[in-house]
């Protein structure tokens, strides 16, 4: 089942990010990871964004939580290893992570006008 939900994630991810081209012209379409920790971490590049994608890594050994600036361990989204959360964003919105604990890696995909 996570597997089948990480792709409905990243299928869900790729019809948002055609249809800001169809509208926006989307020209850009930046992946990464970031290494999160116990204090939060900005992911990906606000400037612009459509949409993003942020997968925990699935060797994780904690949860991340994400949410816009001043997001907490126990506030905003929680993410389980492998797991994976698309959303639609305002332009400029900043996106932030926080790991529960140690170090986690944070994978991401945006859509960018």
């Known amino acids: 089942m996570k597997i089948l939900a ?3 994630a990243f299928f869900c991810a790729g019809i948002m ?3 800001a081209y ?5 020209q850009q379409r930046p992946t ?12 990906g590049t606000a400037t612009s964004r459509l949409a ?9 050994t904690a949860k991340v939580h994400c949410g816009v600036t001043g997001v907490t361990a126990s506030t905003g989204f929680e993410l389980g290893a492998g797991q ?15 790991a529960a604990s140690g170090t ?3 994978h991401f995909w945006e859509a960018r006008r």
């Open 6 to 8: 990480v792709l409905w």
């Open 17 to 19: 990010c055609l249809a």
């Open 22 to 26: 169809s509208v926006g012209h989307t």
């Open 32 to 43: 990464g990871q970031v290494s999160v920790t116990t204090s939060a971490v900005s992911i």
């Open 52 to 60: 993003i994608t942020i997968k925990n890594d699935d060797d994780s």
């Open 84 to 98: 994976a959360y698309t959303a639609e964003t305002f332009a400029d919105l900043v996106i932030q992570c926080i």
């Open 104 to 106: 986690q890696t944070v």
